[in-house]
């Protein structure tokens, strides 16, 4: 077997246009050319890069479609929804596409390698063309090279659809490499909103993610996008995402994060035009040796516009979580409101939080903030708890569960907010004796 270390493998998408073919060269290349991370670089810093591997990890073949059918059945954490898109090792298990009404209107929801071929023109302009500015370009180089799994929704000016797009990208194979892509464009007046998540089969398939989501909001437009990561504990993830907003436009970006052994998450957010307002929560769950990498760009070319950025992350054990981030306003950009929050809640003394909090300001009138804080559990409430039969582990899962209900509050689905807490309590559970 040839793995990705050696040579990135060959989609199984066919007849692809010259420009994909283009991107695609350009892909290896800079997967070839650029050396693994390393300790000494400044987009790593903190990182474990010296324990970071893509060796002997690969694209696998298809599962059986008994596995297709059982990973299509536990798709189920929105009931609720305009489609649905099921992908196991980047093969396609499920794929439920738009209503007629929505069709006669124009929408497009539809499996990557069929928009490529029904829709050339529109991918030509919007796939692969954003890519990483945080660390990762030898990553994304490989996906660009061979990404073939992922959904595709665009949703023409004026069109609002109140039920959300739910894309399910699984791991089964041994040692399996997938490459699953969102890419959502969302033209001027627009209302949508997309959910992506991220599972293993079981708690020991070995597994290797570099996905990609790209957000394209239009004047005006409103997109809210949710992010559910549960890897395994023996997955290595990179997530590469970016957001552009153009006038006006309201992005709301709500980010779990559960499981993987290595996770990292870059997150580019790009306001193009004036009253443009852009949200950003995220909430990690550490446990034992896990690393979550968090890197985040806010970058203001258009005046008057908002970001705000809230991260939050809980430790326990040994696991370690690393935040940077950086605020950059462009000179003419004035009258930016730029915020951005790290908070980190130590749950055990092991435990390490580090934060990089950054600004770039290059014009005079703007409101701009960041910090980051770290503080460990509080002992008199954890004894206070366990003082009354709870253990010590169910009291900091309580504990837990109040530090991060400002995240979980911004989901707008009372059901993917419940099954979110489940997540959060079954990781706890997995590891009370």
Request: with cysteine; glycine share 6%; net charge negative.
């Amino acid at each position: 077997m040839t793995t990705i270390s050696e040579q990135p493998m060959p989609t199984s998408i066919t007849d692809e246009p010259t420009w994909l073919a283009k991107r695609r060269a350009t892909g290896v290349d800079l997967f070839k050319s650029l050396a693994m991370p390393t300790a000494r670089d400044e987009d790593w810093r903190f990182a474990s890069v010296g324990k970071l591997s893509i060796d002997d990890f690969a694209p696998v073949e298809a599962p059986a479609n008994a596995t297709l059918d059982a990973l299509t059945e536990r798709s189920n954490l929105v009931s609720t929804r305009a489609g649905r898109s099921v992908y196991v090792d980047d093969a396609p298990a499920n794929f439920e596409g738009v209503s007629q009404e929505l069709a006669e209107q124009g929408v497009i929801y539809l499996p990557l390698a069929e928009a490529i071929a029904q829709h050339p023109e529109l991918l030509e302009k919007y796939f692969l063309q954003e890519s990483t500015e945080l660390g990762s370009q030898k990553f994304f180089g490989l996906h660009a090279a061979t990404v073939k799994a992922g959904a595709v929704l665009y949703v023409p000016k004026g069109v609002e659809i109140a039920d959300p797009f739910v894309n399910y990208y699984w791991t089964s194979g041994a040692r399996s490499a997938v490459f699953p892509h969102t890419l959502v464009i969302a033209e001027d007046n627009s209302k949508i909103s997309v959910v992506d998540l991220f599972f293993s089969e079981t708690t020991e398939n070995e597994a290797l993610n570099i996905s990609v989501s790209n957000i394209h909001a239009g004047a005006n437009a409103h997109v809210f996008r949710k992010i559910v990561q549960d890897w395994n504990e023996k997955t290595v993830s990179f997530q590469l995402d970016t957001t552009v907003a153009e006038r006006d436009a309201q992005v709301q970006n709500v980010a779990v994060n559960i499981g993987a052994e290595r996770a990292r998450f870059e997150s580019q957010t790009r306001i193009e035009g004036p009253g443009a307002d852009v949200k950003m929560y995220s909430l990690t769950v550490a446990e034992e040796s896990q690393e979550f990498d968090q890197r985040t760009y806010q970058t203001h070319n258009a005046g008057n516009a908002v970001s705000d950025l809230l991260y939050k992350n809980a430790l326990l054990d040994n696991s370690r979580t690393i935040f940077s981030g950086l605020i950059k306003v462009a000179e003419g950009a004035q009258q930016t409101d730029a915020y951005q929050t790290n908070r980190n809640l130590l749950l055990d003394p092991t435990a390490d939080a580090n934060a990089l909090p950054g600004l770039e300001i290059l014009a005079n009138d703007v409101r701009c903030s960041h910090g980051a804080t770290t503080g460990n559990v509080d002992e008199a409430e954890l004894f206070y708890m366990m003082q009354r039969g709870i253990s010590r582990r169910v009291a900091m899962q309580l504990m837990v569960f109040g530090f991060f209900e400002e995240v979980i509050e911004k989901i707008d689905s009372d059901e993917l907010a419940e099954n979110v807490r489940q997540l959060i309590h079954n990781k706890f559970e997995s590891k009370i004796k």
